[in-house]
C-alpha cells in the first residue's frame, strides 16, 4: 500500500470518528493504525495501544512499543490520540489480559524490566482497584496467586510465602513472612491472594519465635502474644486449624512463660486460669480483656490454659506454705500473708471441688490454718462455731479465725456444736439433695409464671385442710440482739430483709414432711382427694426466695435447695433441708458438754430464735409457745445480690413488684380460690412497723347446698374489701357433681393409674349479682379446682379434673396425630367437655331458670369460644334438645324443657312483638342463645306461620283485647297488626276467623265475621251533591277498616277474606261548607256541638286537604271537662291531655282538674301521657294532700298510683319533679304496732322496709307513730337519696321494740320476727339479744348452744339457759347460722370442760354423766385445735378407784382431790402406770389414746413425781412386801425411765443421796439373796470389797447397768489403771538386768527411793525412765521442772505422813531438787497403779490409792 494513502486514510477514518456506528467502532479498535515508534510494518491496534495519561501507562515502558508515537503522539485538541481517547479506543483500563502480560513480564528470567520494583508495586495496587468493582477469570487467579511477582522487602515472592503491610497483621508473621510495602483493601484481591487471614502454621511459629526472642521488650511481647492469641482464635472459627494442632502447640510450648496475666508479667500455662482468681502472683488469671471472647477463651483452653488451678499445683503451693510457716523466725506480717494466701488456695481448692462432679480431692493431703498460724490436717481440725477458747492439743485444732462459717461448710470441717445440734431434737431430719434439683426448681420456675403462685399458696393451705388465708407483705426492719442466734450467717441475712409471710389456719400435713424434705418443696403428697394433686408443691415458692422456712404444728422446717444458706453437717456436705422442732427453735441458751476425739469440752448449746423473731406476734404466732396452731411460710424476698449468684432464679423481687402482684393478680385469683375449695377467707396484708395493715380481703359465705343424686348446688357471697374503699359483695351459684370410676368409660382406665386421677368432678361457678350489666363481655377461667390462667369466652368458670400439661397452666389438649387420632390425655378431656360438664351446665340453666331471669339469660353460651373449650358448647346445645331439665324460662316467667317451649325464631319483628305482648304461657322469647348454635331444631317447635296462626286462633280474645285502641299502645296498633296480617298472607296462611280486622272505632272483629259483612277500605265516602261528610258519620265506624291497616294490606286482604271491600270515595271532598268557625284558644260550646265536633274532626282526617294543622287556631277540639272547645295550638301547650294517652287514668286525671281531649284523628295533644307533664300540671293546680283527697277517690287514687310507678324515669326527673312525686298520696303504708291499719300516703312520711321482709311479719315490733311499707322498686325509685327512709336489714333491727321476755302468748308472732333477725345476722352483726331461751329471756345467738349436740347437751345439761326454747327449734338451722354454738371446736370444748369442771368442783358431777362427755370429747376431730394446756388442770374425767390392779399396794397410791373426777394432770398413761401410780391414776377408757396421738407430751409424769414414787416404792412398799416380784417388776421401770430421763432427774436425785433408793444385790430374782438397800452415797464403782466402816459398799450386777443413775445420786468409782508388765525376754540383755538388779541390791548409784509404809525402796532413775513411760514422763517429761543429770548426794526421803492416797517422788539434780508432789491436788475418786520389778514380772513392789491427777498422764 501507498504509505501516503494508508496515512490519509487513517486520518480521515480517526477524523470521521463521530459518524460511525457503534459496530463500526469496534471494527475500528481493531485496526492495526497506531504508530508505536516500531515503524509502519508493526502498527497497532488502538485497543492495544496504552493511553500514556491513564493510570496503567505507569505498568510499561516505553521501549515496550506500546504507546502512541508519532502523528499520534500529541495530545491536543483536534489530534488523533484525542479522538481515540474520546472515543474509548485506547487502552486506559486494567484488564485481566493487562494482569496476565504485566505478571509474566514481572516473572520473566529473560532481558530486565526497567523499573521493575515501581512497577510491580503499581501492578498490585492497580488490581487492588480494580478487584474493588471486577471479578478474576479462573487462569488470573491462578496467576496472581501462584505467580513469585510480589516484592516482599528485596525478594519476589508468591502471596503464599508473603503477606502485605496491614497494621493487624504484620504483629502476627512479621517474624515468619516478608511483607509487600502496600496495604490491599480488596476483599475480592485478598481472598485471591489467600491473605484473608493467616493460616495456623504461620500464627504457630509466628508465636514460637516470639516466646523464645527474649531480646522483645516485656510491653512489645505481651502485646504480640496477645494478637497471636486472638488470630489463633480467628483460625479456629473459620476451621483453618483443628483441636488437636492446638493442643499439641501447647505442648510444645511447654513451661515456658509466654502467657499474658494482670500484671506485667507472663505465667506459663498450667500457672495460669481462665477463671478469675486471687492467688498471688505465682497463680493469675489470663488476661481478662482476652476473655471477653469465647473463641479466644476456648482456644486457651486447647492450648492448655486450665480453667482453675490444677489440684497438684494446689497441694504443692499449700504444702510450701506449711514448710514456711514452720520457721520460728518469720515476722507476724509474714506469717499473716502467708495463713491468708493458704486460706485463697484452700478456697480455690474446695471451689474447684464444688465444680467437680466427681469430688476428687485428696484430703489427706490438705492443711488448714489453725489458731496457731500452723497448717494441719484437715481431718484434725475442728471450726469453733460456738467462741470456745480451747488450746489446740496433739490430735485436734481448732481452725484459724479467718475462717468464716460459709468457708468451714465448704471445707466441710467438724463444727464443735454438731454432734450435739443432732442430738437434742427429737424431730431432726436433714437432707442432701444433688445439683440436679436446682435445675428442676428452675425448670419449673421458667414454665410457671409468677402471677400463678398464689395458686400454689392456696393449694398447700387446702393440703392441710386450712379454711382461713393470709398474704403479708413484711417490710419491717429486723434488729438483731445480743441473743439472736441464727442457723448460719447467710441465714441470717435472709431474716434481715424484707419478706413474703403466707399463713393458713390448718396444720402442715405430717405424711408430707418426708417428701418435701427429700425433694426441696417439690414432692408433696399427692392426696387424690385435695387440690395438691394439680400442684407443683411448694416449688413456686422460689419465684420469690432462695429458702423457705415453715413453721406448722410442733415443727419448723428449712428448705434451701442451693445449700447456700444451710450450714453443712458434720461430714461436712450441704443441707437442703432441715427440720427442728419448734420447742427447739425457740429455747434458750444451755450449757452442756460434748467429747471430741477423747476431749470433753463445755459450750453453750444456745438455739435459733433469730429465725422465728419476725414472725413474732403475726397471725397469733409467739415464740415462746412450743406449739403453733396453724402454718406460717415465711420467705425472705429475693434481693439483686442474692440473685446475682442464685442457683435457682436470677431474678430479684422486691416489695413495689410484690405489691403489684397482691393488689392484682393475686387478688383475683384469691377471688376463685373460694368456689371449688374448702377456704372461707383470704386477706392481705402489709407491714412496715408493728402494726400490720391490710390490704384487701375476700370472705365467702356459703348457703347450706342443694344436694343432688349425684351432685349439689349452693349460693356462695363474697365479701371483697379493699383498704380505704367500700366493700363489694357479689354472688356466686356454683353448681358442681362427681362420677364415679365405674361410670368412666374403661378406655381411660390405664389414664387414671397413671395420672393418679380422682373420680372425675365437674363445678360450674357464675355470679348473679342483678347489678351486673348485661351487656358487659364475659370473660371466666378454666379451673382445676384452682383458677388455671386460661380465660374462656363462657359467662361461667368451669372446673372439672383436668389432665393438665407439665407446666400446669392449662389443660390437655394436643393436636391430632398423622392417623387422625386424638392423643388419649386429649380424648379424656374431650370426654369432660362433650359428656359431663353439658349435663352440669343443662343443671345451672334450670336453677337460674326458676329464680333469675337476667342471670338465666346470661349463662348461656356464645359462638365466641376459645380453641381449648370449644367442643363443650356444641354438645351442650346437642344435649339441650333432648334434656328433660327445665332450662327454657318462658315470657311469663314459667320454666319447661325444652320440647315443651316454643322458641322466637321468626325474623318478622311484628310476630315477635305480638308473640310477646300476648305472653303464650310456652313461649321462650327472645331466644337466649344464637339461633346458630342450633345444628337442629329437629324436635323443637319454633314460632313459624302455622305456629302463629294456631296461637292467634287459641288467644283470641287476648288478640282483640290487644289490639283494640282503647285498651293498646297505638304503637302496637300502627307498627304491628298490620305487619302481622302482612306476614300470614304472604306465608298463604288461612286468615278467616282471625280477629286481626280492626274496625273504624277501634274494635277487632274476626275475618271473615258475617255480623260485619261489608268493611270498606277507605275512610271515607262521597255521598253526592254539595254535601261530604265522614263515612264513619254516614254510616257508623263499624263499616270502615281501622286506620292500623295499611290500604296495601287492603289491597292484599281483598278477595283473601270474605268482609273487606273496595270503598268509593267521589263527592264525599264538600265537608266543610257553610260553617262558620272564629279563631280562639278555648270556647264555651253547646251540648250538641260538643257531641258535634268528633264528628267533625275525624272527617278533616279523612280529607287530604285542609288538615286540622292548618286550623290550629280554631276551637275544634271539645274536652272531657265540660262544654268547652279549644284549639289545637291550646291542646300543644304541655297542660292538656288526650284521653286515649290517659286510660284508666282519665277520671282522677279529670277529678284532679286537668284538660282532657277525647280521641280523634289527628288531635292528640302530644304522643302518649308523659309523667313530666303530669307532674307540671299538679304543681300549677297547687293542692295540698287534703284537697287532693278530697277531689279523687281512692280507687281513683289506686289507679293514679299504677300509672306513676310504671312511669318513673328518674333520668328525666328534674329535683323539682321528685319534690313532687313526694307529696302525693299514692303510696300504701301501715303504722306500727298491734292495731293494724293502713291507708295512701305520700313517700315523704314512709319507712320502707327491705326487700325481703314482708311488713306483716314485723308490724307488732314496730314504732305505732311511724308509717311503714313494704319493698317495692317505684317507692324505692321516689325515695332514692332520702337514706333514713329506706330501711337495711341492720336499720330495721334497730327499729324493731323487742321485749326482754317474750311469753308464750307471742309465740306465734315473735317467730316469724325470730326468722327475720336470724336471717340479718347470716348477713352482719345484729348487737340486740333476739333468741329465746328456756328462760324465755331473749339472748344474743352466740350465747347459746345446740341442744342437738350431744357433748353440748351433757356439759350444760345443769344449765338450761344455755339452750334455745322448743318453741323456737323449729328452725333451729337458722338460728345455727345466726350464730347459735353448733360447731365442736376449740373454744366450744374449753367451755365444755370448765363447765364440768364447775360440777365437779361443786359435787353434781357423776362418773356416769363425765364418762359419756369424755367419749366424744376424746373422739372428736375438733380435739386437734384445742389448746390443752388451757384444760389439763380442769377436772371431767373419770377414772377407776384401782390405782395399780392389785389390791395388796392400793393402800400406798395417794389420794387424788376428787374420788371419783380427774384433770389430765392427775391421770397417767397406761404405759407409764408402773412408773407414777402412787402419785396419779390411771384412766378408766382406752380413749385416751386419740388424745395421745395429738399431744404425745399429755399425761406423761414428771421427773420429780416418778422419784418420789421410787421413794415410796422403797420407803413403804418394800418394808411391807419384801422380795415381791411385782414391786421388783415397778422397781425395775421405774429405774429404767430415770435412766432415760437422767438430764432432768440428775437435780431430784443428788437432793436424795442418802436415801435408800437403791436395791444392791446381784440378782433379786434368785429367792435366795436378801434384798438390800443404799443410798447413792454409799455406793463406789469398781470397789472389790465392802468397807462398813468407812460406810462404802461396792456395786452389785443388778445395779450396774444404772451407773449413771447412781452417779447422779452420789455415787462414786475408782478407776484402776495398770501399767503392763515388761515382757521378760530371754537374750542377751537378761545379764545387764541382772546387774542392774545387783546395783539396786547393794545400794549402789541409785539416786531415787519410795517410802511406802515406813519402808524406803531405793531404785535408778535412768533404768526407770528407759524401762516405763510414767516415770520418763514424771521424771524428764513435760511434768518436770528442771534439767536432769547424775548427782553424788543421796537421795531424800519423801514421807507419806499416813496419806494413803498419794505416791512420791523424789529425784536429784546438780542445781535443785524437783519432786512431783501429788498431796495437794483433791479429788473424789481414787484409783490403783501397780509397778512391776523389773527382775520379775511376779513381783509387786507397791499397792496403793494414787491421786487422779495421775489420771492425765499418759497409760
Not at 287459641?954 to 306476614?983: N, T, W
Not at 449413771?1604 to 537378761?1630: C, S, Y
Request: charged residues 25%; proline residues 6%.
Amino acid at each position: 500500500q501507498d504509505k501516503d494513502l494508508a496515512l490519509l486514510l487513517v486520518g480521515r477514518i480517526i477524523n470521521r470518528l463521530g459518524d460511525l456506528s457503534a459496530d463500526t467502532l469496534k471494527l475500528v479498535e481493531r485496526l492495526p493504525i497506531v504508530d508505536v515508534g516500531l515503524g509502519l510494518t508493526r502498527l497497532r491496534r488502538p485497543i492495544g495501544t496504552v493511553d500514556p495519561n491513564s493510570d496503567i501507562a505507569k505498568l510499561f515502558d516505553d521501549g515496550e512499543g506500546v504507546f502512541p508515537r508519532g502523528l499520534f503522539a500529541p495530545d491536543g485538541h483536534g489530534s488523533y490520540l484525542k479522538l481515540l481517547r474520546n472515543h474509548g479506543l485506547l487502552l486506559d483500563q486494567l484488564s485481566p489480559e493487562v494482569v496476565i502480560e504485566r505478571i509474566e513480564r514481572i516473572v520473566d528470567s529473560g532481558p530486565p524490566l526497567p523499573g521493575k520494583d515501581a512497577k510491580a508495586n503499581a501492578l498490585l495496587q492497580l488490581l487492588d482497584k480494580y478487584c474493588e468493582r471486577e471479578t478474576l477469570p479462573k487462569g488470573v487467579v491462578a496467576a496472581v496467586a501462584a505467580q513469585p511477582w510480589l516484592l516482599a522487602g528485596n525478594t519476589y515472592c508468591s502471596s503464599s510465602k508473603s503477606w502485605d503491610k496491614r497494621r493487624s497483621d504484620l504483629p502476627l508473621c512479621d517474624r515468619i513472612l516478608p511483607s509487600v510495602n502496600y496495604v490491599v483493601s480488596s476483599t475480592y484481591l485478598r481472598k485471591v491472594l489467600g491473605w484473608q487471614t493467616l493460616p495456623f502454621d504461620i500464627l504457630r511459629r509466628q508465636l514460637l519465635a516470639v516466646v523464645s526472642d527474649g531480646a522483645i521488650p516485656p510491653g512489645s511481647k505481651k502485646e504480640g502474644i496477645i494478637n497471636l492469641i486472638q488470630a489463633l482464635a480467628r483460625c479456629l472459627d473459620i476451621k483453618s486449624c483443628t483441636e488437636s494442632e492446638l493442643e499439641s502447640l501447647g505442648h510444645t510450648l511447654g513451661d515456658r512463660s509466654w502467657v499474658p496475666v494482670a500484671s506485667e508479667h507472663s505465667l506459663p500455662l498450667h500457672r495460669t486460669t481462665l477463671q478469675p482468681i486471687d492467688l498471688g502472683l505465682r497463680i493469675q488469671q489470663v488476661l481478662p480483656s482476652l476473655l471477653t471472647d469465647p473463641l479466644v477463651t476456648r482456644v486457651l483452653r486447647l492450648i492448655g490454659v486450665p480453667s482453675r488451678p490444677s489440684y497438684e499445683l494446689l497441694y504443692t503451693e499449700i504444702a510450701e506454705i506449711s514448710c514456711q510457716l514452720e520457721q520460728h523466725r518469720l515476722e507476724e506480717q509474714e506469717r499473716k500473708v502467708l495463713v491468708s494466701t493458704s486460706i485463697n488456695f484452700l478456697r480455690e481448692l474446695f471451689e474447684r471441688d464444688g465444680l467437680d462432679s466427681h469430688g476428687r480431692l485428696d484430703r489427706s493431703r490438705i492443711q488448714v490454718p489453725t489458731t496457731k498460724s500452723l497448717l494441719r490436717p484437715i481431718d484434725s481440725t475442728v471450726f469453733n462455731d460456738i467462741e470456745l477458747e480451747h488450746p489446740d492439743s496433739n490430735k485436734i485444732y481448732l481452725a484459724h479465725p479467718d475462717i468464716t462459717w460459709s468457708f468451714a461448710n465448704t471445707l466441710r470441717l467438724l463444727r464443735l456444736s454438731d454432734k450435739q445440734f443432732e442430738a437434742e431434737d427429737d424431730f431432726f431430719k436433714d437432707r442432701q439433695l444433688s445439683e440436679d434439683y436446682c435445675a428442676r426448681v428452675q425448670e419449673v420456675l421458667e414454665g410457671y409464671r409468677v402471677e400463678s403462685a398464689s395458686s400454689e399458696w392456696v393449694a398447700s393451705a387446702d393440703a392441710a385442710r386450712a379454711t382461713k388465708i393470709g398474704f403479708m407483705i413484711d417490710e419491717m426492719p429486723f434488729e438483731r440482739s445480743q441473743r439472736s442466734r441464727f442457723l448460719s450467717p447467710q441465714s441470717a441475712e435472709l431474716c434481715q430483709g424484707p419478706a413474703l409471710v403466707i399463713w393458713n389456719n390448718g396444720t402442715f400435713p405430717e405424711k408430707d414432711y418426708e417428701s418435701v424434705l427429700s425433694s426441696g418443696g417439690g414432692g408433696l403428697g399427692k392426696d387424690s382427694e385435695t387440690i395438691e394433686r394439680f400442684r407443683l408443691g411448694l416449688l413456686p415458692f422460689y419465684h420469690f426466695t432462695e429458702m423457705i422456712m415453715m413453721v406448722s404444728g410442733k415443727r419448723v422446717m428449712f428448705l434451701d435447695p442451693s445449700g447456700s444458706y444451710l450450714p453443712r453437717n458434720a461430714h461436712g456436705d450441704l443441707r437442703t433441708a432441715l427440720l427442728l422442732s419448734l420447742k427447739t427453735c425457740r429455747r434458750s441458751a444451755t450449757v452442756d458438754h460434748i467429747m471430741i476425739e477423747s476431749a470433753l469440752i463445755a459450750f453453750d448449746f444456745s438455739k435459733y430464735p433469730g429465725h422465728l423473731q419476725p414472725l413474732e406476734g403475726l397471725f397469733e404466732f409467739s415464740h415462746t409457745e412450743a406449739n403453733y396452731e396453724g402454718t406460717l411460710f415465711r420467705l425472705p424476698l429475693r434481693m439483686p445480690q442474692q440473685a446475682l449468684n442464685s442457683k435457682l432464679l436470677n431474678t430479684a423481687f422486691d416489695t413495689m413488684g410484690l405489691h403489684t402482684h397482691m393488689k392484682t393478680t393475686f387478688h383475683d385469683q384469691a377471688k376463685g380460690s373460694l368456689f371449688f375449695t374448702r377456704v372461707e377467707e383470704i386477706s392481705a396484708y402489709w407491714r412496715s412497723s408493728r402494726t400490720a395493715l391490710p390490704m384487701w380481703s375476700i370472705q365467702g359465705n356459703r348457703e347450706s347446698p342443694v344436694e343432688a343424686v349425684d351432685g349439689y348446688h349452693l349460693e356462695m357471697s363474697l365479701e371483697i374489701r379493699f383498704k380505704e374503699s367500700q366493700p363489694e359483695k357479689q354472688d356466686w351459684l356454683i353448681h358442681f357433681a362427681k362420677i364415679q370410676h365405674s361410670d368412666v368409660p374403661g378406655m381411660f382406665s390405664h389414664l387414671i393409674r397413671k395420672h393418679g386421677l380422682p373420680p372425675p368432678s365437674i363445678g360450674l361457678a357464675m355470679r348473679i349479682n342483678h347489678d351486673v350489666p348485661t351487656t358487659t363481655p364475659t370473660r371466666s377461667q378454666i379451673f382445676a379446682t384452682l383458677p388455671l390462667p386460661v380465660e374462656i369466652a363462657l359467662p361461667v368458670h368451669v372446673h372439672a379434673t383436668w389432665i393438665l400439661t407439665e407446666d400446669r397452666q392449662t389443660i390437655r389438649f394436643d393436636a391430632r396425630d398423622s392417623d387422625g387420632e386424638w392423643p388419649m390425655d386429649t380424648r379424656y378431656n374431650i370426654y369432660l367437655m362433650e359428656n359431663l360438664i353439658p349435663e352440669v351446665y343443662l343443671r345451672m340453666l334450670a336453677t337460674l331458670a326458676r329464680r333469675d331471669s337476667q342471670a338465666w339469660r346470661q349463662c348461656w353460651p356464645g359462638t365466641e369460644v376459645e380453641e381449648v373449650i370449644r367442643r363443650m358448647v356444641p354438645a351442650l346445645y346437642k344435649q339441650l334438645v333432648k334434656t328433660t331439665h327445665c332450662v327454657c324460662r318462658t315470657v311469663t316467667g314459667a320454666v319447661v324443657t325444652p320440647a315443651a317451649a316454643i322458641f322466637a325464631t321468626s325474623s318478622s319483628r311484628h310476630v315477635q312483638a305480638v308473640l310477646e305482648a300476648l305472653k303464650p304461657p310456652k313461649l321462650v322469647s327472645p331466644l337466649p342463645f344464637d339461633m346458630a348454635m342450633m345444628l337442629s331444631w329437629e324436635g323443637l317447635r319454633t314460632d313459624d306461620a302455622g305456629t302463629v296462626t294456631e296461637l292467634l286462633h287459641h288467644h283470641a280474645e287476648a288478640v282483640r283485647k290487644l289490639f283494640c285502641s282503647r285498651s293498646s299502645q297505638p304503637s302496637m296498633l300502627r307498627e304491628h297488626l298490620d305487619g302481622v296480617i302482612k306476614y300470614l298472607v304472604e306465608e298463604e296462611q288461612e286468615l278467616n276467623g282471625l280477629p286481626l280486622l280492626q274496625l273504624g272505632d277501634g274494635d277487632i272483629t274476626t275475618f271473615g265475621d258475617s255480623t260485619h259483612p261489608w268493611i270498606f277500605q277507605d275512610a271515607t265516602c262521597s255521598l253526592g251533591g254539595s254535601t261530604s261528610v265522614p263515612i264513619a258519620t254516614l254510616f257508623g265506624p263499624k263499616n270502615v277498616v281501622g286506620t292500623a291497616i295499611t290500604n296495601r294490606t287492603c289491597e292484599l286482604l281483598i278477595g283473601k277474606v270474605g268482609n273487606v271491600r273496595n270503598l268509593d270515595a267521589d263527592g264525599i271532598r264538600q265537608l266543610l261548607v257553610s260553617l262558620g268557625l272564629t279563631p280562639s284558644e278555648e270556647a264555651t260550646v253547646t251540648t250538641e256541638r260538643k257531641a258535634w265536633l268528633p264528628t267533625l274532626l275525624q272527617s278533616l282526617a279523612l280529607w287530604p286537604t285542609p288538615k286540622l294543622r292548618d286550623i290550629a287556631d280554631l276551637p275544634l277540639i271539645p274536652v272531657m271537662n265540660g262544654n268547652i272547645a279549644i284549639s289545637l295550638n291550646k291542646a300543644c301547650d304541655g297542660t292538656v291531655f288526650d284521653i286515649l294517652s290517659l286510660g284508666n287514668l282519665y277520671l282522677p286525671i279529670k277529678h284532679i282538674g286537668i284538660l282532657v281531649t277525647p280521641s280523634l284523628p289527628d288531635v292528640t295533644p302530644e304522643p302518649g301521657l308523659d309523667l313530666v307533664r303530669l307532674l307540671k300540671a299538679f304543681r300549677s293546680l297547687e293542692l295540698d294532700v287534703g284537697t287532693l283527697n278530697q277531689r279523687v277517690s281512692a280507687p281513683e287514687c289506686l289507679s293514679l298510683r299504677q300509672w306513676i310507678t310504671q312511669n318513673l324515669l328518674p333520668s328525666r326527673w328534674s329535683q323539682v319533679d321528685r319534690d313532687t312525686l313526694l307529696t302525693i298520696p299514692i303510696f300504701e303504708a301501715q303504722n306500727g304496732g298491734p292495731n293494724l291499719s293502713s291507708s295512701l300516703c305520700p313517700a315523704s312520711e314512709i319507712h320502707m322496709l327491705p326487700e325481703e321482709v314482708q311488713l306483716e311479719t314485723v308490724t307488732r315490733y314496730l314504732p305505732e307513730a311511724t308509717f311503714f311499707a313494704d319493698y317495692s322498686f317505684e317507692l324505692g325509685l321516689v325515695l332514692e337519696g332520702r337514706s333514713q327512709q329506706v330501711l337495711s336489714r341492720e336499720k330495721l333491727v334497730k327499729y324493731l321494740e323487742l321485749p326482754t321476755t317474750v311469753s308464750s302468748d307471742e309465740d306465734c308472732y315473735f317467730q316469724r320476727v325470730l326468722e327475720v333477725i336470724a336471717s340479718q345476722r347470716r348477713w352482719g352483726v345484729v348487737a340486740i339479744p333476739f333468741v329465746p331461751n328456756m328462760d324465755r329471756n331473749l339472748r344474743r345467738p352466740e350465747e347459746l348452744y345446740d341442744h342437738r349436740v350431744r357433748p353440748f347437751a351433757v356439759a350444760f345439761s345443769t344449765r338450761h339457759a344455755m339452750f334455745v326454747h322448743p318453741k323456737y327449734r323449729n328452725d333451729i338451722g337458722s338460728l345455727v347460722q345466726a350464730g347459735v354454738r353448733t360447731e365442736i371446736d376449740a373454744s366450744t370444748l374449753i367451755q365444755c370442760v370448765m363447765a364440768l369442771d364447775e360440777d365437779a368442783r361443786e359435787g353434781v358431777l357423776d362418773q356416769t354423766r363425765a364418762a359419756e362427755f369424755w367419749t366424744s370429747f376424746a373422739d372428736d376431730d375438733a380435739l386437734r385445735t384445742v389448746s390443752l394446756d388451757a384444760i389439763v388442770g380442769l377436772r371431767f374425767i373419770p377414772y377407776p378407784r384401782e390405782r395399780r390392779g392389785m389390791e395388796k399396794f392400793e393402800e400406798f397410791a395417794q389420794p387424788l382431790p376428787h374420788r371419783e373426777i380427774a384433770s389430765l394432770n392427775e391421770l397417767v398413761r397406761m404405759d407409764f402406770v408402773p412408773v407414777v401410780w402412787t402419785q396419779r391414776a390411771r384412766f378408766g377408757t382406752p380413749t385416751e389414746n386419740f388424745i395421745f396421738t395429738i399431744n404425745p407430751s399429755l399425761c406423761v409424769p414428771t421427773v420429780e413425781e416418778v422419784v418420789k414414787h421410787l421413794e415410796v416404792l422403797t420407803a413403804e412398799v418394800a418394808p411391807k412386801f419384801p422380795s415381791d416380784p411385782s414391786l421388783l417388776d415397778d422397781l425395775t421401770e421405774t429405774y429404767n425411765w430415770l435412766l432415760d430421763h437422767i438430764e432432768d432427774a440428775g437435780m431430784f436425785l443428788e437432793q436424795r443421796e442418802t436415801s435408800l433408793l437403791w436395791l444392791n444385790v446381784n440378782d433379786p430374782r434368785d429367792g435366795v439373796t436378801t434384798w438390800t438397800w443404799r443410798s447413792g452415797r454409799q455406793l463406789i464403782f469398781n470397789l472389790g470389797f465392802d468397807d462398813p466402816e468407812g460406810d462404802h459398799y461396792g456395786v452389785n450386777i443388778f445395779l450396774l447397768r444404772y451407773k449413771d443413775l447412781l452417779m447422779a445420786a452420789g455415787a462414786d468409782e475408782q478407776t484402776q489403771l495398770t501399767i503392763p508388765a515388761f515382757e521378760h525376754e530371754m537374750r542377751h540383755d537378761e545379764r545387764l538386768c541382772r546387774g542392774w538388779e545387783s546395783l539396786r541390791q547393794n545400794d549402789l548409784l541409785t539416786d531415787i527411793q519410795f517410802e511406802v509404809n515406813g519402808e524406803i525402796i531405793k531404785a535408778h532413775q535412768e533404768l526407770l525412765i528407759a524401762a516405763i513411760p510414767h516415770f520418763r514422763d514424771a521424771l524428764v517429761g513435760p511434768f518436770h521442772g528442771g534439767e536432769r543429770g547424775i548427782s553424788t548426794e543421796s537421795p531424800m526421803v519423801f514421807p507419806t505422813n499416813g496419806i494413803t492416797s498419794t505416791f512420791a517422788i523424789q529425784s536429784t539434780t546438780h542445781t535443785k531438787a524437783a519432786a512431783l508432789d501429788l498431796l495437794a491436788i483433791p479429788s473424789k475418786a481414787s484409783f490403783f497403779i501397780s509397778f512391776t520389778a523389773m527382775q520379775s514380772p511376779d513381783t509387786l513392789i507397791s499397792q496403793r490409792p494414787v491421786s487422779p491427777f495421775m489420771n492425765s498422764l499418759p497409760s
